[in-house]
């Protein structure tokens, strides 16, 4: 449920634009489905209260498929799936929404504009799902029946039918199905005679769509798997005659190139700064690779030479004082400017030479490195085949044509079952099941709205949780959602479903439990959250976290008809000893406990209260839950273990 600013656009304007062909397309896509909660304006205000409170249970049961829409003044709430691809049976969507205005001088006639964008108001969102006590419940009240009024009139839904849902077909907003609701208790018939068969009915079908997927890919994967068998066997004789290629070259190649690199550096450290020596031009000269260099060392040498005969020529000059005439002095600069350039030919040379034996060695070095790196290549090819082709056999293996005809033959059965009931091709073989369409065949085999029977609050052989969660910003995130999803998903499917009723509040504060304890009068207080060794974390008025001590909790729950509480959090076995003598049964941890255990132990324990057995059954299946799947079992109970909550006379 997300809350969208309408600005000053009447709600029926609003409506209008939320029906639009082309709104509905970019919103929820053409196989979705709306859903409008209506009731009478006396019931209003509790009606509509309550929906508020659970948000977060009615959107873990309606988001997959179904928009769930409120109205709360000028403002709406949408959910929809999103994504270029369509996967039914994955539990979790996007959300989207839009917006007709967010500023006051934005006439109706802006809804035309293709450059309007529409948009949530984040800020809503976040207060109606976590602060509804905040959301102004008479203003929700009466904008809802002004809704409720106009789409009355729109649909033509009948004042008998009232309280109830109305379903629209997003690719088609002309068709409508009308859902009806117990009056005597109406948000209870909702989720009993409306969202849990619509939730246990798309769980069915989304097993359907798995499968089909599934056998789809594993037909393909069995075409490819016969493709690359045949095209891998060439690749393989490829790769062999390039293996045995690199395999030469690292042997031989290597040998040979290492050996003339070490003749190389020996070459280097000979004539390092040492050129004017003769024996070492001489070792030079005779050494087997050093013919790069022997004519750079010969003319080194020669350019030495000549620089040593002008050198002496200088001397001589610069002794010879009587002699001096104009015409040496002309001489003697002119063999000074030829010494100049003889010296830098020399240092040039000098430069040559070292160049030469550093790109000799370097050149040797990558040789060697390449050698290395092809055969590195090559074995690495190699075996890359031979796993694919391992991977392709034993998916053959495994999914033969004798296994796929079986896969088409068992969804072919399902097929026909689900045909059975009602449903065509547009919910099973589109690529993008009809939402509606599931509706309808629902409302045809009446599996939807009241039958007689109203579940109803409280009395004996019920049970009623209070599902309390709280992760704080400033504690480390928990997947609190998932685990009350798991949750919802599998009390729709035990045996006493009907006497069960789950509320669930998150966010939980010291004050809220006071207000939802009062207020729901559960008989089983489910916390789930962070907890210490002095009491379970809370959140606080200021965004932060508090601790709340056993003792406390021992004086709040006293006299107040709690018979079990699950403390599924850190450390809260001393929490549910001290709480012990105030409720009959007590669960708590004696060490850490992650996600995933908390999870497992949750839907196991509860699974087992809703099918009608004992506290200490259901114990132990949670625990052995927990063991089966390697996590370590930290859960430790207290009390009346042989408690029963629900049992036969229910039914």
Known sequence: MEIV???????????????????????IGWHGALCFALVREMMAPGFYGHLIDNVATIDSTTRDHVAFIVFYGRHSGITRRAGSEYHPYLARYEVQGFSVSNERDIHVESRLDPRFQLEFDSQ?????????????????????????????????????????????????????????????????????????PISQEFADLSGFWKRRDEIKRNQYRVERANADLCELSGKISECDERLNRATENATTGVERYSNELNQWKEIEVAIRGRYEDPLVVSKIEHHPVACRVTGKLRSYQYRLAEAKVIEDRLLLASQDVASSSPQLSLETAQMEKR??????????????????V?????????AISRSKSELDSATRDRKNLETRISEAKSFLRSHNSDTLVEDERLLADLELSL??????????????PA????????????????????????????????????????????????????LEQELRAVRFRDSITLIARHAARPDDLVRHVREHKPNVIHFSGHGSTTGIILRDDTGGYQAVE?????????????????????????????????VRVVVGTIDAVGDEAARRFTVAFYRSLGNGLSVREAFRDGGDAVALHGLIDVFHSGGDLDLTFVSATDG
């Open 5 to 27: 600013n309408v600005g000053t656009i009447p709600v029926d304007e609003a409506i209008e634009m939320l029906l639009d062909p082309d709104n509905l397309k970019g919103l």
């Open 358 to 366: 550093k790109e000799a060695i370097r050149f040797l070095e990558n």
């Open 124 to 196: 809503l969102r976040e207060q109606f799902r976590y602060s509804p006590s905040q959301v102004d419940r008479p203003t929700l009240s009466q904008r809802m029946g002004n809704a409720s009024r106009y789409l009355m009139e729109r649909y033509s839904v009948p004042e008998g039918a009232l309280p109830c849902l109305l379903f629209v077909d997003a690719s088609d907003p002309t068709k409508r199905v009308i859902v009806e609701l117990s009056p005597r208790d109406p948000l209870q018939s909702l989720y009993n005679h409306a969202l849990l």
């Open 339 to 356: 010494l100049g350039r003889v010296r830098q030919s020399i240092e040039s040379k000098s430069a040559h030479i070292s160049s030469a």
């Open 419 to 432: 045909r059975t009931r009602g449903y065509g091709d547009d919910v099973l073989t589109d690529s993008s």
């Open 435 to 486: 939402a509606f369409s599931v509706i309808k065949v629902l409302q045809e085999r009446k599996r939807l709205g009241v039958d007689g029977r109203v579940s109803h609050y409280g009395g004996p052989n019920t049970m009623r949780i209070l599902f309390l969660a709280a992760n704080p910003s400033q504690t480390s995130p928990l997947d609190l959602e998932e685990e009350l999803r798991s």
């Open 550 to 582: 056993g003792t406390n909790l021992r004086r709040f729950l006293e006299g107040r008809g709690v018979d079990l509480v699950v403390l599924n959090a850190c450390y809260s076995k001393g929490q549910a000893a001290t709480i012990h003598g105030a």
